[in-house]
């Protein structure tokens, strides 16, 4: 049966206004592909440049000065240089424009690892939010595996991974210049940037370098393949703005990783022995989302594995609903002000482990 929002009544009424006015949902597509080279001919076909360019446009109207004003905020472009490849990448920072030294949100963006840029007005605006709540916001615009970013490259994994690891240590290297604290990074993300938030702390956990103060995950893509009938979700809430039910990201960001069953590229591989070692780590689900139950056992997994772990479920709301700032501007800041209490939970906790 065709999904019809308006008569889905778990929805915010304004989501479901919104729903109500879209053709169709965000990343559907007819019809799987066999390879990453005929995803990316699909990506660049004129029907789906337009479509590309109405999505950026409705993203653009989230970025409302009344709702989200810059006043009182430093915003900031950067560069960095990432590792092995030595490919250039941008980063915002968005901070209250004070000198106080801020623990920092190290953000990454959504859109399946394969689309969008944190330069878009949603993230602009969300970064803005966040600022708001006494933190420095820094956006890392790494290589998407699809259509590019304002960094132009595009690239499988793990290119944009490598860039989100190396962004991290950027952060740090420079937090003197940026006014942060380097004991006090949060990581985060949504959607594609949740499982790029996981996947970082991952590898930074495996590393044994300096672990980030802590991880904020909303409503991660973590699985490569939907349905799953494992998670009632895939299934109960596919086409709620979303479409999940193809397999052009997974093929976009290397149907080898997926294959091997690599965790670093879909975290829903993870066993124990990668997450053992996480820090103090936030899941946060949208009832209405096709992703939510993989968020869900993934919060279950740092459970058996011993990690300090909390999971929230956003109810009336669809996938990275936050990210709507203008729209359902309160759903938001709740969110905002939840983020910027579990950094101070996190540094609880680091205290707390130090004695």
Not at 169 to 186: K, S, T
Not at 229 to 254: C, F, K, Q, W
Not at 257 to 274: C, R
Request: proline share 6%; net charge negative; glycine share 6%.
């Amino acid at each position: 049966m065709t999904y019809d929002p308006s008569q889905d009544f778990r929805l915010d009424a304004r989501i479901r206004a919104m729903l109500e006015g879209l053709d169709q949902p965000l990343l559907y597509q007819p019809a799987d592909v066999a390879s990453r080279e005929e995803a990316m001919a699909v990506a660049t076909t004129a029907e789906a440049l337009e479509l590309e360019q109405a999505i950026g446009a409705l993203l653009e109207t989230m970025d409302n000065e009344e709702i989200t004003p810059s006043a009182g905020l430093r915003i900031t472009q950067e560069t960095m240089i990432s590792q092995p490849d030595g490919n250039t990448v941008s980063v915002q920072v968005v901070r209250p424009d004070t000198d106080e030294v801020l623990p920092c949100v190290y953000y990454l963006h959504g859109g399946a690892m394969m689309i969008l840029s944190a330069t878009l007005g949603n993230y602009r605006a969300w970064a803005k939010m966040l600022a708001r709540q006494n933190l420095c916001v820094v956006l890392l615009d790494f290589r998407n595996s699809l259509r590019p970013s304002s960094t132009e490259d595009v690239a499988p994994f793990p290119a944009g991974l490598n860039d989100c690891v190396s962004g991290f240590h950027w952060v740090r290297e420079n937090a003197e210049a940026l006014g942060v604290d380097p004991r006090q990074i949060l990581i985060a993300g949504e959607s594609g940037g949740g499982n790029l938030a996981i996947a970082t702390t991952m590898r930074l956990t495996a590393e044994e370098v300096e672990a980030p103060l802590g991880l904020y995950a909303l409503c991660p893509y973590l699985l490569g393949r939907w349905p799953d009938d494992a998670m009632p979700s895939s299934r109960e809430n596919e086409g709620v703005l979303i479409s999940v039910g193809n397999n052009h990201a997974t093929m976009a960001y290397g149907i080898e990783a997926f294959e091997a069953k690599n965790p670093l590229a879909w975290p829903g591989f993870a066993t124990v022995s990668d997450v053992v070692n996480f820090p103090p780590t936030m899941i946060s689900v949208n009832e209405c989302d096709p992703l939510r139950d993989e968020g869900v056992q993934f919060y279950r997994l740092l459970q058996q594995a011993g990690v300090f772990s909390h999971c929230r479920q956003v109810m009336g709301s669809v996938h990275a609903n936050e990210l709507f700032v203008a729209l359902a501007p309160d759903l938001a800041r709740a969110t905002a002000r939840d983020m910027a209490g579990w950094v101070e939970e996190c540094r609880f906790h680091q205290q707390s482990s130090a004695t």
